[in-house]
């Protein structure tokens, strides 16, 4: 039973996790021509100090993505592991 609520628990973190990482993603600067660019991104650009906020979006998609990564292996060792 402890199991089945680790299972549930993890699948809910994933989706959460994976539509947070996909927000993230589509607000970072376009390098050119990219999805950022159709909503707006291209024009932050010319904003001051948004070099300092581009880090922190970076950092926040690597740590979501870290989280998002660890949800995908902690189900597969459970699908692999857990007792049927």
């Given amino acids: 039973m402890t199991v089945t ?5 993890l699948q809910v973190l994933l989706v959460l996790t994976g539509l947070f990482l996909t927000l993230l993603i589509l607000m970072h600067k376009g390098k050119g021509g990219g999805l950022s660019d159709m909503f707006g991104g291209g024009m932050s650009s010319t904003m001051g100090g948004s070099s300092v ?32």
């Fill in 5 to 9: 609520a680790v299972k549930i628990g």
């Fill in 53 to 84: 906020a581009e880090r922190n979006l970076d950092r926040f998609t690597v740590a979501v993505g870290i989280v998002w990564f660890t949800c995908v292996v902690g189900l597969g060792l459970i699908e692999r592991f857990a007792p049927s």
